[in-house]
């Protein structure tokens, strides 16, 4: 997590930050961790905070645990859903 010089700071300013999905799990498993990112880096590259986690099992039932308070949280400090989670986080 962010600390020293950007506690104060809002984030936007220096980065521009989007939460979204980054895979996890073996081959044909669908498993994601919804992070928080730069913008311009890799679908599987460092996160900067880690949110929570979406798992679609066997017969297509989802599982998700997400920490809202961790997500409203870095949304305040300017962060902006990707369309794929933003459409996870209404159903």
Do not use: C, H, Y
């Not at 600390?3 to 700071?9: D, I, K, L, Q, S």
């Not at 297509?60 to 920490?67: A, F």
């Not at 809202?68 to 989670?85: D, F, I, N, T, Y």
């Amino acid at each position: 997590m962010l600390t020293g010089v950007f506690e104060n700071v809002k984030i936007s300013t220096i980065m521009s930050l989007v939460i979204r999905f980054t895979k996890a799990g073996r081959r044909g498993e669908a498993k994601f961790r919804l992070v928080v990112k730069e913008k311009r880096s890799k679908r599987d590259g460092a996160a900067i905070d880690t949110l929570g986690w979406v798992e679609r099992t066997v017969g297509r039932k989802i599982t998700k645990k997400i920490d809202e308070a961790k997500l409203k949280m870095w949304q305040s400090r300017g962060a902006v859903l990707s369309p794929a989670a933003e459409r996870a986080l209404q159903n």
